[in-house]
């Protein structure tokens, strides 16, 4: 992006990034945990911040199968790879000065 900005027209120092779901968790920890480009705003559309709370606190009734989506991607349990869900958890990077996070979360209706 930097090297393409100006063909491109982007502002570098006005970047917002925005997902949904996996995008969202994506688009977080590049913001929390990137020192090339600086993010100026996080829009995370029900978005995973924490996977270890995840996986321990699945939701009820959990018609996605939250445990083992997770287990998936990171490759096994986090009593095998707790470090890893640690890592991959957008929450264990916030500390003061982060880009402005807007978070939604999908809520169902009956």
């Known amino acids: 992006m930097k090297t393409h900005a100006d063909e491109w027209f982007i502002d570098i120092d006005r970047i917002a990034l925005m997902g ?9 920890l590049y913001a929390y945990r990137s020192t090339t480009v600086l993010v100026r705003a996080v829009v995370n559309y029900y978005g995973p911040n924490d996977l270890l709370r995840g996986d321990y606190d699945a939701p009820f009734p959990d018609p996605l199968n939250v445990r083992a989506i997770l287990r998936a991607f990171l490759g096994g349990t986090p009593d095998k790879l707790r470090e890893l869900y640690h890592e ?3 929450i264990n990077y916030v500390k003061p000065n982060l880009p402005l996070l807007y978070w939604f979360m999908q809520v169902a209706t009956i």
């Open 20 to 28: 949904r779901s996996a995008g969202s968790h994506l688009a977080s």
């Open 88 to 90: 991959a958890s957008p």
